[in-house]
């Protein structure tokens, strides 16, 4: 069964600084990996997404993704925070050998960039 | 703004009644599916749409939960005889549906029921 890790309920950085989201999925095939951000009371905005290839991906606002096989994982990174960063973040997987569309999400994790 | 949109944003209703939610895709986009969000929790899969074909339901998709697609573009999801547990952030998402499994879903704002 498809299944998607998000291991901290909240990050929190100071503005500036170096951040990391992580997670980690499990897949039977090879996987198709998103990332997603959420606003208060809105809905998800997508970022970035992992197919094949390079596994640095590189998305919206200054995010990227590494792909780790290996450690199937998927963190979420950016060089240097925002205060506007501060949302809540969802990993997503789809197993490629899966004849379903959905995404199966991660429970989130809140972002909290400080001044 | 040409992205997905739903309506209503907020709906707050009394047990054992009915309500309908709305999503328009964004337009061109053959697939449409609805997740529903609870507090805390991530958006968990509930039916897809490719053109007007419902072509998946999850178990999650009681008898209670019905979900339209008539002519291929906007879609509705009715829900009948509400209960405290339907409380939730329902989400509708669109794609174009060109590059099979790898698509990109773009989610609207979502429609917060309250049930009461």
């Known amino acids: 069964a498809q299944s998607v890790a998000q291991p901290e309920d909240q990050v929190n950085v100071a503005e500036g600084n170096p951040l990391t989201v992580k997670c980690t999925y499990s897949?039977?095939?090879?996987?198709?990996l998103f990332w997603y951000v959420q606003y208060p009371n809105r809905g998800l905005q997508f970022l970035l997404k992992y197919i094949t290839g390079d596994n640095l991906v590189k998305g919206s606002y200054g995010f990227e993704a590494e792909f780790n096989k290996s450690q199937t994982s998927f963190h979420l990174k950016k060089p240097s925070a925002l205060v506007s960063d501060s949302a809540l973040y969802f990993c997503a997987v789809r197993d490629a050998m899966d004849s379903s569309y959905k995404l199966i999400f991660g429970s989130g994790t809140r972002l909290l960039v400080r001044p | 703004d040409t992205g997905v949109s739903q309506d209503p944003r907020h709906k707050i209703t009394k047990r054992g009644q009915n309500v309908t939610f709305r999503c328009d895709p964004i337009?061109?986009?053959?697939?449409l599916y609805w997740y529903r969000q609870t507090l805390g929790q991530g958006p968990e899969f509930l039916t897809y749409?490719?053109?007007?074909?419902?072509?998946?339901k999850s178990r999650l998709l009681s008898d209670r939960f019905s979900a339209e697609r008539p002519k291929g573009s906007f879609s509705t999801l009715e829900i009948q005889r509400t209960e405290q547990g339907d409380s939730a952030m329902y989400l509708c998402?669109?794609?174009?549906?060109?590059?099979?499994?790898?698509?990109?879903?773009?989610f609207g704002p979502g429609t917060r029921l309250t049930v009461l």
């Open positions: 337009s061109e986009h053959n697939r």
């Open positions: 897949v039977s095939g090879n996987p198709y």
């Open positions: 998402a669109s794609s174009l549906g060109t590059s099979g499994p790898s698509d990109t879903q773009y």
């Open positions: 749409f490719q053109n007007e074909a419902q072509l998946e």
